[in-house]
C-alpha cells in the first residue's frame, strides 16, 4: 500500500468503497474544498472518487485525478450503474489504465493502478474545463447546472423580473445569468451570488465585472452573517441533492430568503410547477403571489 496524501472527491458511501481515513476533499460540490485542479502533477498517493454523472465532467474528474496521483498510486472510481457507473471502466481503460471493476449496492467500482504513462488525458481536461459557451456569450463549464443552455425556467423568470432596487442575493446563482439581469438595474446597489458549486462561481466571476457584485462559494442553507436586511432574494431553485430529488432543499431555500429580507423585501422565485411551494411560503411571508403559471413553470413573488 502506498503512504503519501490520499484524496477524496465527493463522498462515495462507506459500504460502496473504503473510504481512506484521512484523505484532501476535492469535490467542487462542498465548499471549502481544494480544488483538484490546483493539485501538482504526481502528488497523492492515492484517489478514491464517487465519479460524477455527467460524461464530459466525469472524463475530466478521471483525467484530473490520474494527473494527480503518482505513478502506481491506487484511482478508484465509483459511481451508481444508472449515472455513469457502467462506463467507468472503459473510460478509464481509454486513459492507459488496467482496470479491476466489481459491482456493489447498485454502483460500479473501478479500481487501477494509475499508469506511468497516460493518454488522453489532455483532451479530457480541455474537454471538460471552463470554456466560454459561444451560443451563451458566457464562461461555464461541463458539470455546471445547465451548463451550455439557458435553462427553461431561468428563461421565463428572465422575462417577468421588474427592475430591482437596493441589496440582494441570488440563491443558487450558476453561472450568473438572473445575476446579470438584476445589474441591468441602475438602482441595485450590492447583489450576492451564492452558489454551492465552485465551478459555477468561478464561472460567474468571469461573466460579471460590476463591482455592485459579491460572490460565494457557499451552502445557502448555511447563515451569513453579512447577508441581513436584504430587499430582494431571485432564484431558480434547486430540488436536486446529488442527483435524487430533495424537495426539503428547495424549501430550506425559501425559508433563507424569508430570513435575510428585511420587512417588505421580495422574494422572486421560479420552480418547477409540481412542487409544493405555496405550503412553504405561506407561514414565512406575510403575502406570496402567483405572478406567472405556466404548463411547467410558477413564478412566485413573496414578501416579508
Ligand atoms: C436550478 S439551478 C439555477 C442556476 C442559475 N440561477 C440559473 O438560473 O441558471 C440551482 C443552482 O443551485 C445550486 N445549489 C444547489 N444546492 C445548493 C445549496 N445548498 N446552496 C447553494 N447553491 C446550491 C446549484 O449548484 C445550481 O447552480
Redesign the pocket.
Known sequence: MSTGIAGLYGTPAADVVDRPAEAIQFSP?MPGATALEAQGDATLASMTMLAPPGTLERRYALAQALRAVMPGGMVTAAAPKDHGGTRLRKELQAFGCTVNETARRHHRIAVCARPETLTGVDAALTEGGPRLVEDLGLWSQPG???WDR??P??AL?LEHLPPLAGRGA??????G??ARAVLTSPDVKQITL????RR?IDAARRNIDDPRARLRW????DADPEMTGLDFVV????FH?GGNEDRT?AQNFVRRAADVLRKGGACWLVANRHLPYEAAMKPLFKRAELKIETARYKIYMAQT
Request: glycine content about 6%; hydrophobic content about 55%; charged content about 20%.
Open positions: 460540490l455546471v447546472f445547465s439557458i435553462d425556467a431561468t423568470l441570488d440563491f443558487g446563482c450558476g453561472i445569468i438572473l451564492i452558489d454551492i458549486d459555477a457557499a451552502d445557502v442553507r432564484m431558480n431553485a434547486p441533492d432543499l
